[in-house]
């Protein structure tokens, strides 16, 4: 993205603003064309034939008044994240320690994770997970290390297009 942002810089700078908002805005597709998701798989002990998993999409904002998001709102960023059930069991004792929260769309009060189904973290409970994975980072194996770091990535640069992520289990 960086060199196609000089590219248009260097050809159209009187534009250079409209072009940076195109760019920024290539992290999310069409709504109807959520097959064209390039899924981010982090994978440490989870087998390639493994089914189970949770996958983290991220939520394309409206201003609209009075917005329900339909299901293809938060299914057009282009690379969402998925995680398989051995991996994403390494993942839950962080996400349970911030439980319970409110909803991140519509405020209700969340228990649990659940694993089964879709859950709607906002922002501010994402980054009280990134600490939590943060603070533990050094008492880790380096194998778990190297997963937990890479969500922490995935996790941060999604947070940079939206303040809503919903993670979304299969089991």
Not at 9 to 32: A, D, G, H, T
Not at 95 to 114: C, R, S
Request: charged letters at 25%; one cysteine or more; a positive charge.
């Amino acid at each position: 993205m960086n060199v196609m942002n000089k590219y248009y810089f260097r050809l159209y700078k009187s534009q250079f603003s409209i072009v940076e908002v195109n760019c920024k805005n290539m992290v999310w597709l069409n709504p109807n064309d959520y097959k064209s998701q390039k899924y981010v798989e982090l994978r440490l002990n989870a087998p390639k034939s493994e089914k189970i998993c949770l996958e983290f999409n991220p939520l394309r904002m409206s201003c609209e008044p009075d917005w329900n998001p339909m299901w293809e709102e938060w299914h057009c960023y282009i690379s969402p994240l998925r995680i398989y059930k051995q991996d994403y069991e390494l993942l839950l004792g962080y996400f349970n320690k911030i439980y319970p929260i409110k909803d991140a769309f519509n405020g209700t009060l969340e228990p649990v994770f659940d694993v089964c189904f879709y859950n709607w973290i906002g922002k501010s409970d994402w980054f009280r997970i990134i600490d939590e994975i943060e603070r533990d980072l050094n008492r880790v194996n380096n194998g778990k290390r190297v997963l937990l770091m890479n969500f922490l990535t995935w996790v941060k640069k999604a947070l940079k297009h939206t303040s809503i992520i919903v993670v979304e289990g299969n089991l």
